[in-house]
Nanobody
Framework: QVQLVESGGGLVQAGGSLRLSCAAS???????MGWFRQAPGKEREFVAT??????TYADSVKGRFTISRDNAKNTVRLQMNSLKPEGTAVYYC?????????????????WGQGTQVTISS
């Protein structure tokens, strides 16, 4: 059974940093892995994705967040720097067997349970 398990969330002050990790298990190699987030009362939104070495970021995080992968461990990470209070949300890891870059949630078939990130002002 395929599982995505996120870790690394928590409470941090504005301007601080956090690193999220997502480990995939179940024997499936995912060509496309990414991160989305959902704040209370808002829709889930794209944050970053990586596929075949290419990366794409939401404009709101560009220059502050970095996505990376460890293919040997089937793990994706999100380094988040210069955090802002509006980034408070549940962050979800997402994965797909397809190899092209995609920023819409509907292009991902596998999801983690999410990890809470709270940024205080």
């Amino acid at each position: 059974q395929v599982q995505l398990v996120e870790s690394g969330g928590g409470l941090v002050q504005a301007g601080g940093s956090l690193r999220l990790s997502c480990a995939a298990s179940g024997g499936t190699f995912f060509y496309r892995m990414g991160w989305f987030r959902q704040a209370p009362g808002k829709e889930r939104e794209f944050v970053a994705t990586m596929s075949s070495g290419s990366t794409t970021y939401a404009d709101s995080v560009k220059g502050r967040f970095t996505i990376s992968r460890d293919n040997a461990k089937n793990t994706v990470r999100l380094q988040m720097n210069s955090l802002k209070p509006e980034g408070t949300a549940v962050y979800y890891c997402a994965a797909s067997n397809r190899g092209t870059i995609a920023t819409m949630a509907s292009n991902y078939g596998y999801w983690g349970q999410g990890t809470q990130v709270t940024i205080s002002s």
